[in-house]
């Protein structure tokens, strides 16, 4: 089993920066791909960012150029440094886990991003 725990949400002005946190724990030796997702009010959940254990990194192309997926695997830890933030960024941020079949989620993290 892999834990996951967000942090860094919050209230941000649009045009400010937030960075958001995920921090793994348990069996975490497995684990390959690392992404963030979102869920805006009332919409579904969708893929922001992730990074594969190589490296690679994938962005939808809402957030491209203004949002940076970073891995540390020494922490067990990855990163989500969002810029020049939007209204429509608002959401609660997910990270999410991929080891072997079995897929992983946090809590979530809420963002507001205000106008």
């Known amino acids: 089993q892999v834990q996951l725990v967000e942090s860094g949400g919050g209230l941000v002005q649009a045009g400010g920066s937030l960075r958001l946190s995920c921090a793994a724990s348990g069996t975490i030796l497995g684990i390959s791909n690392m992404g963030w997702y979102r869920q805006p009010p009332g919409k579904q959940r969708e893929l922001v960012a992730s990074v594969t254990s190589g490296g690679r990194t994938n962005y939808a192309d809402s957030v491209k150029g203004r949002f940076t997926i970073t891995r540390d695997n020494a922490r067990s830890a990855w990163y989500l440094q969002m810029n020049n933030l939007k209204p429509e960024d608002t959401a609660v941020y997910y990270c999410?886990?991929?080891?072997?079949?079995?897929?992983?989620w946090g809590k979530g993290t809420l963002v507001t991003v205000s106008s």
């Open positions: 999410n886990a991929a080891s072997g079949i079995n897929y992983y």
